[in-house]
């Protein structure tokens, strides 16, 4: 293989690992704002929500074993499937929600003038494009095989960051379902365990 040949190889790698930590901030910054909207406005995630908080953390995962174990078909097949699960718990919501009657309201505050199950639509469907562009443009064996995210130190100390961010996120919400919910039937109009009205 030639230099440059190696070079091109490895800045392929470095903007692979780069992007796929622009998707996981992305991620983060999104379960981040439902956090906010759930502790500052006393917005209880409906079952459904905690499921596509879930599917968005399953995304994170799959990052995460990529940064962590290397490139794998399978990690990018897990990062895939989660947001598969998204797309479709947040179609099930929206179509449940979309007409308005008792009990079956769209749950929670308007972001830009749409509710939760439609921006994890929007979500679902921009993780998947991402993606679809990441496999077209950038590919994703060789280079990512031969120059894992150890050889680029200062992005290799982002991504753990990052990483470490989206774990402290996950064990929040684990916390706050249990709270929520106890060991039974989810509901959005208390915390079980407290006691009181959400």
Partial sequence: MSAADASSQR?????????LLLVM????????????????????????????????????????????TGFSHQNTGFTLLAALFLLVVAVRQSLLD???????????????????????????LAILLAYAIKLSVLGGDEH?????????????????????????????????VIVQCGFGECHTFGYRLLGGKG
């Fill in 25 to 68: 901030l992305g991620i983060a910054a999104i379960l981040t704002t439902a956090m906010v909207l759930q502790y500052a406005k006393g917005e209880l995630p409906c079952p459904l929500c905690l499921l596509e908080r879930l599917a968005m953390l399953g995304v994170c995962f799959g990052t995460v074993l990529h940064l962590r």
């Fill in 144 to 176: 990512l095989r031969e120059h894992d995210i150890a050889q680029f130190p200062l992005l290799r100390n982002v991504a753990m960051a990052i990483a470490a961010y989206v774990t402290a996120i996950c064990a929040v919400n684990l916390v706050a």
């Fill in 11 to 19: 800045t392929f790698a470095l903007l692979n690992h780069a992007y």
């Fill in 98 to 124: 979309i007409y308005p009657r008792p009990g079956h309201a769209y749950i929670g505050s308007a972001v830009f003038g749409l509710h939760m199950p439609v921006w994890a639509i929007v979500i679902a």
